[in-house]
């Protein structure tokens, strides 16, 4: 156990719709990380918040967005759905001075 | 897009044997780092090492970085049936900010 819960474990949702995945990172760890993990894609990282402010941003689409609350956990909205948003979406945490990351079971999400 | 390429992309061994990873990747580095991931779930931090280090072990897993060339190997000895997942490489570049880019990874079976 990582010590980093994801919520929900599994989605499925129509295209056009919106969700919404949740990220608590491990206590005291200031960076969340968000990862998509796809057949074709493989993982890739989608974007980084360190304590509240975003960070870096990677291959993540227009219509994905994120934040990271005061208490630290973090949110990743996807909207707009399309068939090929099905994936295993991670979250992972690190400390200030720390490079591990560590991950989250993952949400997966599936769009029929 | 993908900054390591893992090879094997799959692997299968008997219990007993020891199975070798090998990952390539393209730009500096800081560290890199491996993760394994059983099916379809979260992925485990199994080691890192950093880019002036050479090579580094723990427990059954020894991990060699060679940056002249940009490559690393990571060497599981004495496999067991629960050492059947998929392994990533993943690098941590030398400016910029510390995000991971993955490898598509080595899926290894063994066999009892």
């Known amino acids: 156990d990582s010590g980093v819960t994801q919520t929900p474990k599994h989605l499925i949702t129509a295209t056009g719709q919106r969700v919404t995945l949740r990220c608590s990172p491990r206590?005291?760890?200031?960076?969340v990380y968000w990862y998509q993990q796809s057949l074709d894609q493989g993982l890739q990282f989608l974007i980084q918040?360190?304590?509240?402010?975003?960070?870096a941003k990677g291959n993540i689409l227009e219509r994905f967005s994120a934040q990271q609350f005061p208490d630290l956990h973090s949110e990743l909205n996807l909207s707009s759905l399309e068939l090929g948003d099905s994936a295993l979406y991670f979250c992972a945490s690190s400390g200030a001075w720390e490079d591990t990351q560590y991950f989250g079971p993952g949400t997966r999400l599936t769009v029929l | 897009s993908q900054q390591g390429e893992e090879d094997p992309q799959a692997l299968s061994i008997q219990e007993g044997e020891n199975a070798t990873m090998n990952c390539s990747y393209k730009t500096s580095i800081n560290n890199l780092q491996w993760y394994r991931q059983n099916s379809g779930r979260g992925l485990v931090h199994l080691i890192l090492?950093?880019?002036?280090?050479r090579e580094k072990h723990s427990g059954r897993l020894r991990v060699t970085l060679d940056t002249s060339k940009k490559s690393s190997s990571l060497l599981i000895t004495a496999s067991r049936a629960a050492d059947t997942a998929s392994y990533f490489c993943?690098?941590?570049?030398?400016?910029?900010?510390?995000?991971?880019?993955f490898g598509k990874g080595t899926m290894l079976l063994v066999s009892p």
């Open positions: 918040y360190y304590n509240g402010e975003e960070r």
């Open positions: 993943a690098t941590v570049p030398s400016s910029g900010y510390s995000t991971l880019t």
């Open positions: 206590s005291g760890d200031l960076s």
């Open positions: 090492i950093r880019s002036n280090e």
